[in-house]
């Protein structure tokens, strides 16, 4: 599995149609302060499922919505795609070419798309469930990421290589059935 491009359309700073293509020798994105860098890491986590806004440095979902300058009208809609080639079938589907795609208008609806078919986050996040790709992985490493790994953070150290073993797949079931498993008990 990999990255092929994403898609960038009305998302915070990006109000026109940007298109990031990885080719096989991209492993980052560098640029000057205030470039776009992070807001493409945001879009990245937002279009692979991130709920939580704080963590998509927003204050709500409107402010994902390219709000319009001096010169540009504002955007009704924030709409990110992530392109990846499946050849070597790592996602569980039986397209050589997976497209995600997450919307959200102003008017407070949203929606995700897997390969322009509409589905629901739970498809999206299932559709990743083995890969290690997910909105807290350390796929994708932000600045504030690398900081908290120098200094230890919450066990990030531990949460990672976690992740790169293959184990936390296995705590992220385990916490899922622990319910299940405590009320069959308790009943």
Known sequence: MRLKSLEIKGFKSFADKTIVNFDDNITGIVGPNGCGKSNIVDSIRWVIGEQRISNLRSENLDSLVFNGSKTRSASGLAEVSLTFENTKNLLPT????????????????????????????????????????????????????????????????????????GISIYKTRKKKLKPNWMLRNWI
């Open 94 to 165: 039986e397209f050589n070419t997976v497209r995600i795609t997450r919307k959200f208008y102003k008017s407070g609806e949203s929606e995700y798309r897997l390969n322009d078919v509409q589905c629901r986050l739970r498809d999206i996040q299932n559709l990743f469930m083995d890969t290690g790709i997910s909105t807290d992985s350390y796929a994708i490493i932000a600045l504030d990421m690398v900081d908290d790994l120098i200094r230890d953070k919450e066990n990030s150290r531990r949460k990672m290589l976690e992740q790169a073993a």
